[in-house]
């Protein structure tokens, strides 16, 4: 590996036509100007209320879409049609966030995860085929005679393990997680995160790691980006954004995660979020906050602030600060 970010994407934008009315359609920008990268090993956090872009910016940065605009550079390459696409396919995955439609029910659990290896014709033999099944399964934990079964006999924790096994057969260096533990019971939440914190030790994988919720991605992320109606609106080091969260959206987040020390929770103001999020089409003009943010004045409707760099790496998204 040689450049500094294993992934960058630049000004992405992914903008659905959506009918509006009789013969009229509208586009809705579901992820509208979004720059990050990521670095060889790291994990990018992102989280932000549902219906914010996130899961619009991992599909479309894998290119699962046709997006509207905006760059990806993977390993330092801008990722186009033809054989970049092709590499890239190979070395980044997706796990997506319901473990019961993204397996098929038909489909052994050995033929799910042999999926990539198929693909991009990574076996050799069906001997090697078999071999690197019974080694991906272990390595999510699961039994190796476990892969004649079907999907369908799996709880929801096992079935994403499938999953994340599927994502690991091609060997790849970049991974999304969409919300990977949201659908399952909170009992079993920590052990995927673990595991996926395990495999990224041993495998030196990135991340991409999406969540509504940021107890989830606190304390595996290096840096965290926050997402509102289709853009970033906070990006920091883990540690930075929950000290010193500068956006009062992210402050808004910050103080619906629940706080294990009751003093300490007592002391702490909590920052109610009111209503929902606005549809994007019909988005607030200048800051998309604005409309439930307890700090907006006459200035934020006029422009949309840009992310500023407000301390080393720590970029934020609001005229207040
Ligand atoms: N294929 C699509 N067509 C039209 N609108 C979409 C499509 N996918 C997502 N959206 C809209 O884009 C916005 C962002 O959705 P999504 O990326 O799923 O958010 P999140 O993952 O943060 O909940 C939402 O308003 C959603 O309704
Ligand atoms: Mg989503």
Redesign the pocket.
């Known amino acids: 590996m040689s450049a500094e970010y294993i992934l960058e994407v630049k000004n992405l934008k992914q903008y659905?036509p959506?009918t509006t009315g009789f013969m009229k359609t509208t586009l809705?920008k579901?992820v509208d100007d979004v720059s990050f990268s990521i670095k060889p090993g790291e994990t990018l956090g992102m989280v932000?209320e549902?219906?914010?872009?996130?899961?619009?910016v991992g599909r479309s940065l894998m290119h699962l879409y046709h997006k509207t605009g905006g760059d990806v550079f993977f390993d330092g390459i801008k990722i186009e049609k033809g054989a970049t696409l092709a590499a890239f396919r190979k070395r980044a995955q997706i796990v997506f966030q319901d473990p019961y439609s993204s397996l098929n029910p038909r489909m052994t659990v050995g033929d799910i995860i042999a999926e990539p290896i198929d693909v991009h014709r990574l076996a050799a033999s069906k001997k090697d085929r078999d071999a690197r099944i019974g080694e991906l399964i272990q390595m999510v934990g699961l039994s190796s005679e476990q892969a004649t079964r079907y999907a369908h006999e799996f709880s929801g924790g096992q079935r994403q393990r499938i999953g994340i096994a599927r994502a690991l057969a091609s060997n790849p260096d970049f991974i999304v997680a969409d919300e990977p533990v949201s659908a399952l019971d909170v009992s079993i939440q920590a052990q995927v995160i673990n595991m996926l914190e395990d495999l990224q030790d041993k495998l030196k994988l990135a991340y991409l790691l999406i969540a509504h919720d940021l107890s989830v991605v606190k304390h595996i992320s290096n840096r965290i980006a926050v997402m509102y109606l289709g853009k970033l609106v906070e990006l920091a080091p883990a540690n930075e954004l929950h000290r010193h969260p500068a956006h009062p959206y992210t402050q808004a987040l910050l103080s619906a995660v629940p706080i294990p020390d009751p003093q300490k929770s007592r002391e702490s103001k909590r920052i109610m979020l009111s209503g929902d999020v606005p549809?994007?089409l019909n988005a607030p003009s200048g800051c998309a906050f604005r409309t439930r943010c307890a700090m907006a004045g006459a200035s934020c409707a006029e422009a949309v602030p840009p992310l500023r760099e407000i301390a080393p790496g720590h970029f934020a998204a609001c005229v207040k600060i």
């Open positions: 659905f959506v809705l579901a932000g549902s219906g914010c872009g996130k899961t619009t549809s994007p």
